[in-house]
């Protein structure tokens, strides 16, 4: 009753920040048709910038809130899911220094709930992202599971930051949104939803690897538990709001992110 307690106030408080976050936006908007100085500009960057973060730590807290909810998977072609996420995190992360390269197939077909999916790609090039300046998103079949796999050329992880991190894997695991390793254990339980699971391969000094494995077909009679809706970026592109603790300010700018 306490943690069902605490997931009903963590909503609310979701709920009321996204009221003033809209307001802001739509201010935002309004404001952008009378910035015509680089220092208008600037502002409102810096504004835009600012709303986007506070959009992915309310998304994140109601993406910890509704972890049981559930709905059913659909069909997915995964492939093509991850290319246009791909696309638009490479041109993102370009603006930050860092170099994303994608490589899928041209088809993967999976019975998957794609906002989960791009929630945990995003998650998953975010931590690699602010490892290193290159990381490699790759999708590939392995017999019937599908495998996506993050690299980077950061400074990889010491085995007991690894299992402290990666370890587990119930709902017991999940932290509070706030504590750090968010981004992987909200990727672990997004793998373990779909039958798979999350793990590193790593040694210190040279990068990190983590793999996302779970089968390609759920079945038509099973159940996915998992939460309604993807993490509503309010108008933002999502990845722009998944990434933007990585971003310049520049990016927010006007006429930047259209």
Known sequence: MELEHREQEMSRAAAQLRVQLAQMTAAS???????????????????????????????????????????SPGPLDLAALTRDLGDRMEGLLDRAGVKLTVDCPERLLARADGALVRQLLLELVANGAAAGKAVKLTLKRDGDDAVFTVEDDGPGLPPQRAAALFGGGGEADLPDWRQDGIGVAVSRRIAALHGGRLFPVCEPGRGLRVLASFPLNQGSGEELRCPATSFDAGGFDEAMVGLSHLLPAGVFAPGEYE
Do not use: F, T
């Open 29 to 71: 908007q309004l404001l952008e048709h009378c910035a015509w100085d680089p220092k208008s500009k600037g502002y409102l960057a810096a504004m835009n910038q600012g709303i986007c973060r506070m959009l992915r730590i309310v998304g994140r807290m109601e993406l910890c809130a509704r972890l049981d909810q559930a709905i």
